[in-house]
């Protein structure tokens, strides 16, 4: 899977992944066994669940051995998975510079395996709370202002309104990932 001149670079955003996950899954390991599953070289960034990787599969089946991987765990988590293209427009795309600038670890980029519906995303801006939102397409921008743990727009309320999990990376892991995935990509080449 790894050698293929037509291997791309992918990051893998796995969802829930903290300390209590890492004596069940530790993340040496989960890079291992992605390995092993034909992932071409596979590094494990920070220790929230983010991977980046090389592949030649498509994302369907990609987003499926990952999945497999984890539940070989016997964890549940879910994965998402994004191209260093595809952070580089959820870069460019920030609507709100100003929360990049001075309080990256407070905006969020919440990820999505489907786009947003159109009525998931009527609810999700109207939410009536201090956060600014902003829904573009498998990404919403959520600018936490007052900080994120004490907002009432918790990940609970997220999936509920929005009819579909996620996983949040603050705008400085986004950021190292979009470094990391386009270094290899540009390596690779």
């Known amino acids: 899977m790894s050698g293929s001149e037509n291997s791309a670079t992918w990051v893998g955003l796995i969802r829930g992944i903290g300390p209590n996950t890492h004596k069940v899954m530790p993340l040496k390991e989960l890079v291992d066994r992605c390995q092993a599953a034909g992932f ?102 959520i600018d936490y202002r007052e900080g994120v743990g004490r907002s009432k727009l918790t990940p609970v309320l997220l999936e509920r309104t929005l009819g579909q999990p996620g996983t949040a990376r603050n705008w400085n892991t986004v950021a190292k990932l979009l470094r990391l995935s386009s270094d290899l990509e540009t390596a690779s080449t």
């Not at 071409?40 to 999945?67: I, W």
């Not at 549940?76 to 001075?102: M, S, Y």
Request: hydrophobic content about 40%.
């Open 40 to 141: 071409g070289q596979v590094s494990s960034v920070l220790a929230t669940g983010n991977l980046v990787f090389r592949s030649a599969e498509p994302e369907t089946k990609l987003r499926r051995t990952l999945d497999e991987i984890v539940r070989s765990y016997g964890l549940t988590n879910e994965v998402f998975l994004r191209r260093p293209d595809q952070l580089q427009t959820v870069i460019a795309g920030n609507p709100n510079a100003t929360a990049a600038a001075e309080r990256p670890n407070h905006l969020l980029v919440l990820f999505l395996n489907e786009s947003v519906a159109a009525e998931a995303a009527e609810r999700l801006c109207g939410y009536e709370g201090p956060e600014r939102i902003e829904v573009a397409g498998r990404e919403i921008y």
